[in-house]
């Protein structure tokens, strides 16, 4: 992909690879949902792939993702809601008994991911906000989410985000904490933990990538058993533009996909909490 296709373009190239990828994981095209990582998007990319009928963003600052929120609300209160290329993603992956799972709240109809490293700080604002939080990797996190979600009498979806490579500049609890962190979650009565979130290495070497997604599909899967959640532990978040078909073939349901939507951009981001 150039920089001179259009935003459009490159979106249907990266729908056309993604179901091209689950088409031969043996599944439908429909059964994986994209997250258009916005972090780098101007807001006029945002409300264009808006308008091209996609639903769901992630951002890694809970300060920009509250701010485009907002914005892209207030668009869409002007609008009438167009057709939903996520829509059959919903039903699978987001759908329960109370509608969105967020029955009584005003979240906009766009779905907003909280994808990078949460401070506990801004845990009430990212809660406020965020449809599904990605990166929770600690017990005094979920502490403060479910202190959050307590007072606001509201229910909060999250992933564990996992560290299945071992390397310490990533973020991500241990393999073998996994279990006990999610289990923990799924006492609480205002938390639900709907799966596992995890990045490949930082070495992009497929091998290694392949064998990381593997070893993550593994232990979903063995988490899957403990029926968490109600039997809605179902998401399995992993890939990025540089990898999204290999997680996909390895078992990824959810993708975060950046440049490979919104083009290269020419700023660098060296912080801890950040994605592609």
């Not at 979806?157 to 999610?182: M, P, R, W």
């Amino acid at each position: 992909m150039t920089a001179l296709m259009s935003l459009e373009s490159r979106y249907r190239e990266v729908k056309d690879k993604v179901g091209a990828a689950a088409q031969r994981s043996g599944r439908r095209p429909g059964e994986i949902l994209v997250v258009a990582v916005s972090k780098y998007a101007e807001m006029d990319q945002i409300r264009e792939l808006y308008r091209l009928g996609h639903r769901d963003f992630g951002e890694s600052r809970v300060q920009q993702l509250v701010q485009r929120a907002a914005m892209l609300e207030e668009m869409q209160s002007r609008e009438d809601a167009l057709p939903n290329i996520g829509e059959e993603q919903e039903m699978e992956l987001f759908a329960s008994a109370e509608g969105d799972g967020h029955s009584g709240s005003k979240l906009p109809r766009a779905r907003w991911h909280m994808i990078g490293h949460l401070q506990r700080n801004k845990a009430r604002k990212c809660v406020e906000t965020a449809r599904l939080i990605h990166s929770v990797d600690s017990l005094r996190l979920v502490d403060e989410i479910h202190s959050v979600a307590f007072k606001l009498d509201k229910e909060v979806e999250l992933l564990v985000q996992v560290n299945c490579t071992g390397e310490k500049q990533k973020y991500g609890c241990a393999v073998a904490a996994a279990e006990h962190l999610a289990e923990q979650i799924d006492s609480l009565v205002h938390l639900k933990v709907r799966g596992l979130m995890a990045m490949g290495p930082t070495s992009m070497d497929p091998g290694e990538t392949r064998a990381t997604f593997e070893r993550t599909k593994e232990l979903f899967d063995e988490m899957v058993k403990l029926n968490l959640c109600e039997g809605r532990f179902n998401i399995l978040s992993m890939g990025m533009s540089g990898d999204y078909e290999m997680a996909i073939e390895c078992g990824a349901n959810m993708v975060r996909i950046g440049s490979g939507i919104f083009g290269e951009s020419e700023r660098e981001d060296h912080d801890d909490d950040s994605e592609e």
